[in-house]
């Protein structure tokens, strides 16, 4: 468990002990050229978090960092994911601008993160967005799962599937894929309100196969407040 201090809960984060120290080093020595990906963002994203995200795929791509830069992400939301003091700081918008981003850089060099990661963060700091970092990482990696022909379904049903009925739906879902789209990985969430049957996001798809949504139309229909 971290103590407030920050310097207290990266050296906690960098210890041999921790989990995410242990899975540290996959990521930061990622591989680099195991295939070929588009110099140029494979899809358009919206927003200011949009905006930052294909700027910083744009610069990994010149460098040729684009996976470093996708472990290196992974290794940021997952510090924050696991320790609240160290999240506070990284989004508190009471630090000053050029202290935070100071600060930021010399964490990610500590993590040993490439200078694209480094420069993204720094001008992350700098501009007052740190707070939005984490719809930038995720965005960031749809524009990863994108360049490499990947997209990602989320499976909700009221119960867990078994064995059999997973595997069916996962059967099903080479009919949503677009071109271009070769890969799918899956996410299973469970969600008792649906009541029964299934909804599925992939891509910008939504599939809804539930009976809640039925029972919601048929009430429209029939006026029913």
Known sequence: MCSSDLSYCWSWWRSPGSRLSRSAPALW???RGLCTLPAEA??????VAGRYATAIYTAAAKKKELEAVEGDLKMLSDTMAASAPFKAYVTDPGVPRAAKASKMIEIMTAAGASG???NAMATLAESGRMGEVSKIIGMYGDLMNAAKGEVTAVITSPAPLSAAEEADVKAKLATFLEPGQTKVKVEVKVNPGLIQGITIEIGDKFIDYSVATQLKKIVSLMGIA
């Open 29 to 31: 020595r990622h591989q």
């Open 116 to 118: 694209t990661t480094k």
């Open 42 to 47: 494979p899809i358009a994203l919206f927003g």
